[in-house]
């Protein structure tokens, strides 16, 4: 009965990697948005090795650059779920698809700011 339990739950967490990493091909493969978002944080995490930051310090910029790519798989999602509902322009569609915009950006700015802390620490 455990045994069975088990491989249920490997073969679920299996099929949410696949089905993960296909979100992930899907939307890079159409959104430059996301590209652009993944080039930024290569460079981020240029920097974040290179300079002479704590682990601490690396450690929060790692994960803001990665929150940052969750929140534009997320609003992708949001723009495909309403495109797909109607591709007619209402204020209620754009409002959601500027909200996840706006998600992005906010997450962002959160990044930016620990990089400007960080920058401005290293620097006194």
Known sequence: MIREAVKLEWQRLKNRCIWSWQGIVDV???EASFR????????????A???DLSG????????????????????SAIERAI???SE???PLAKAA??????GVAVTAIAGGVAWLCILIDLAS
């Open 56 to 75: 601490a310090e690396r450690g929060l910029i790692l994960a803001l650059g990665l929150l940052i790519l969750a929140v534009e798989l997320i609003n």
């Open 83 to 85: 495109d797909y509902i």
């Open 28 to 30: 890079w493969q159409t």
């Open 97 to 102: 698809k500027d909200a996840g915009s706006a």
């Open 49 to 51: 090795i290179l300079l």
């Open 88 to 90: 007619e322009e209402h």
């Open 36 to 47: 652009s978002w993944v080039l930024v944080n290569i460079v981020s995490a240029i920097f």
